[in-house]
C-alpha cells in the first residue's frame, strides 16, 4: 500500500479529533491578505502598543482542521503587550488530499476511520459525500478526494497542491521582519499539533531564519529529521502522555505505516546536535516533568515537557482548564515565552 496514501489517512484521523473551537467573532484579530506563488494567504497579526526597532517577533501555527482564531486566543498578545514584541498567526490554505478506500483494510489503521474509508471504497466515480463535516469526491478505483485545513508537515508539495508552505511562512517572515524592523536574531517559531510538526520541519529546512521552536502535542517526520540542518537550535517541547491524536510514541501507536518520531527523541534528536549535554530533571507540577538538556559547552538548550493524564490539548488555555481537560498546572504559553526571552 503507498506510504502517502496512508498518511493522507493518519491525517484524516487527526482532522476529526482536533475540531476546531467555536469562537465569538469579536477580539479574534483582523485578517491581512499575503500574496504567495499566485496565492492570497492569510495571517493576523498583534502589534502591541510599544514595538522598538529591533524587537523581537513570534509565529504561532494553528493545529489542523484548526485556523488562526485558536491560536489568537492562546495569550500571546498579553505577554507581546507587557514585554514588547510583534505575534503573528499565519493561516493554512484547504488543500486537496487523496483517499484510497482500500486502505480500510491496512493493518493498523484506526477504528474510528475504517466506516469512512468502506463508503470511500464502495462510491462510484463522480458521487458527492460527507462523512464528518469532510465533503468527498469519489473518483475511479475507490478514490475519495477531499480538502482539509493542514499545514504540509511532511514537504510533499505534489500530493496536494504544489503549494509550499515553507516557501510560503519563510517568505511572509522575511517580508514581516523587514516592514516592522524585527531583530532577524530574535524571530521565534512554535505551534500546536500540526503546526508543531510544521515548525520542527521549518526549524530544520530554514537555515537561521528562526532562532528557536516550540511545540506543543505536535511530532515531527522521521524524513525531515533525517534531512534536518546538523546545527543546535533551542528547543522547547511539551507534550501530553495520553495524547491520541498526536502520541508521544507513535512508533508504538500508529505500528505499521507511521513515519513520525516520539516526542522524547524529537527532543534528544536536537539536544545530541550539542557535542556533550547534562541532563536535568524536574517535576514541575503534579503531573508534568521537565527535562532539561543543557550544552556544556557552547550550543543550545533544549527542554521537554511530560505531561500524565493529559491529552491533545494546550496547557493552561482557559477553556481547556475550566472543562477540566487540563489539570497540568503549567501556561505553555508563558512556558514558551519565557524560554525564548532568555535566548
Known sequence: MDKAFYMLA???????AQSEVKLKNTGNGEDHIFLHDGLERTYKLYRPKSLPKDSPMLLLLHGRGSSNRWTFVTGFN?????????????QSHKKEARLDGALAQQPGMPKHLIPMLEKIAKCQKGEFFTYSAM?????ANGVGVTHMVMWNQTNEDSL???QSDVA????????LQ????????????????????MTYTLICQTGNLFKAGAIVAGLAEAEILNDCARHPKPII????????????SPERELTQGSTQVGAKDSVEFFANLNDLVTVETNQVTESALQRI????????EVQYYRIENHGHVWPGRAIEVKKGMDNSGLNATELIWDFFSTL
Open 237 to 248: 517541547h511539551i507534550h501530553g502522555a495520553d495524547d491520541s491524536i498526536a502520541p508521544i
Open 178 to 197: 523587514k516592514k516592522f524592523h524585527i531583530d532577524p536574531n530574535k524571530t521565534f517559531l512554535a505551534g500546536f499539533s500540526n503546526g508543531g510538526g
Open 160 to 162: 496536494f497542491d504544489s
Open 293 to 300: 538538556y543543557k550544552p556544556q559547552s557552547g550550543g543550545a
Open 78 to 90: 498579553v505577554l507581546a503587550e507587557q514585554h514588547g514584541f510583534l505575534v503573528v498567526y499565519p
Open 135 to 139: 465533503n468527498f469526491t469519489c473518483q
Open 10 to 16: 493518519l491525517i484524516i484521523f487527526a482532522s476529526f
Open 168 to 175: 510560503f511562512l519563510k517568505s511572509l517572515t522575511e517580508h
